[in-house]
């Protein structure tokens, strides 16, 4: 159980497109999902929190213009990069959690998604 | 500013060895945390969960320990296999939030076992 999707998994686009990134919670609900972003050889850094049905909390440093969520269902939050340029490029990776579970602050993460913009 | 700060950065021991990886944190107000595993370019494998009233836990051949009062915590890997190799991550969810903050992650122990 607690199973994360993502898609895509890897994704290549021109400078100046827009990416969608799907996170689903396969087998749970998730009221609150949340976005985390990977620069090579760094660690996690949490971009935003998605609850369902309302607006995102977005970090310190992180445009909410340019990084669109939504959370409109309880198993499914997605990641907008709008208007992509080469230093959007990264290793997005969502979570997830299940609150119907004892242990409920535990979060279950998605495989990522690696965007590389040209 | 709330921190997760991992020692060593690297590892590298041969087949066998026991081994100790260490996390430390900023501030003792802490939900819980947690430790990962992650393979180069993969996403990250949950490997153990303390949450901040337990001081250990323990799943086959690993062992998290948990001191709040001091911001520590330690994952203890015991004959360590090849397969053990990875990246290991300390994540903390700290209390400001009231458990709804996401985690803070420590940059991660780069572990290597060689057969």
């Known amino acids: 159980g607690a199973v994360v999707s993502q898609h895509p998994s890897w994704v290549i686009c021109k400078s100046g497109t827009s990416v969608k990134i799907e996170c689903r919670s396969l087998d749970f609900q998730a009221t609150t999902m949340f976005w985390y972003r990977q620069f090579p050889k760094q660690s996690l850094m949490l971009m935003a929190t998605?609850?369902?049905?309302?607006?995102?909390?977005?970090e310190q440093g992180v445009e909410k213009d340019k990084f669109l969520i939504n959370h409109a269902s309880l198993t499914l939050s997605t990641l907008t990069v709008t208007s992509a340029h080469p230093e959007d490029s990264s290793f997005y990776i969502c979570s997830a959690r299940d609150l119907a579970r004892p242990t409920f602050s535990e979060q279950f993460f998605g495989p990522g998604t690696r965007l590389t913009v040209l | 500013k709330q921190e997760v700060t991992q020692i060593p950065a690297a590892l590298s021991v041969p087949e066998g060895e026991n081994l100790v990886l260490n996390c430390s944190f900023t501030?003792?107000?802490?939900?819980?945390l947690q430790w990962f595993r992650q393979d180069p370019g993969k996403g990250l494998t949950s490997l153990l969960l303390?949450?901040?009233?337990?001081r250990e836990q323990t799943s086959g051949r690993l062992n998290a320990s948990l001191d709040k009062s001091s911001g520590r915590s330690t994952l203890y890997i015991a004959a360590s296999q090849p397969g053990d190799s990875a990246t290991y991550l300390c994540a903390v969810t700290f209390l400001s939030g009231g458990g709804a903050d996401g985690l803070t992650f420590g940059k991660g122990t780069h572990l290597i076992i060689q057969p």
């Open positions: 303390i949450q901040s009233s337990q």
């Open positions: 501030d003792s107000a802490i939900y819980n």
């Open positions: 998605s609850n369902e049905g309302s607006k995102a909390t977005y």
